[in-house]
């Protein structure tokens, strides 16, 4: 039987997996996704404008 050993992540790790799952639950592509998770975007910004119709590729430009 093998063990799988697990690496405890940071605070800050969590925080940028969170903000990456919350993008591409919002539609962003993988690659836009983590550029915004490991910025210092508004999180909330980047949804609410793909959500009022902006596209993914140009809320990312706006808000990087």
Same mark, same amino acid.
Request: aromatic share 4%; glycine share 4%; hydrophobic share 40%.
């Given at each position: 039987?093998?063990? @799988?050993? $697990? ?16 993008? @591409? ?8 996704? $983590? ?12 949804? $609410? ?12 430009? @706006?808000?990087?």
């Amino acid at each position: 039987m093998s063990q @799988i050993t $697990e690496f405890p992540q940071s605070e800050q790790e969590k925080v940028d997996s969170w903000r990456l799952h919350v993008l @591409i639950e919002a539609g962003y592509p993988a690659e836009l996704a $983590e550029k915004l998770a490991h910025s210092d975007t508004d999180l909330h910004q980047a949804v $609410e404008l793909v959500d009022a119709g902006c596209s993914h590729e140009t809320a990312a430009a @706006i808000l990087l």
